[in-house]
């Protein structure tokens, strides 16, 4: 069974930094691709980036320039480092990994980040 769990969120004033990170455990397919969905209270989840298990990334154009993914292969760990954060960056982050030859799809419990004006 695979797990994964986020860390990393909590309260930061506007302007500031936060680290996100997402350890998979269990017996996980080596090409994978692992994402950071968000989910506002009130509003749809949304894709805010994602990275293969080669290193291509992907981030939503709003959140470029602020938003960095990277990953550790050997950590089966993805992390998210948020920069310049505004309120309407408030939302659960959710951790989420998709195996690509079986197509198997696994979420994270989801961690608050509450960034206050």
Known sequence: QV????????????????RLSCAASGSIDSINTMAWY????????????SITSSGSTSTADSLKGRFTITRDNAKNTVYLQMNSLKPEDTAVYYCHLFTVRDHFTYWGQGTQVTVSP
Do not use: N
Request: charged residues 20%; proline residues 4%; positive net charge.
């Open 38 to 49: 968000r989910q506002a209270p009130g509003k749809q989840r949304e894709i805010v980036a």
């Open 3 to 18: 797990q994964l769990v986020e860390s990393g969120g909590g309260l930061v004033q506007a302007g500031g930094s936060l």
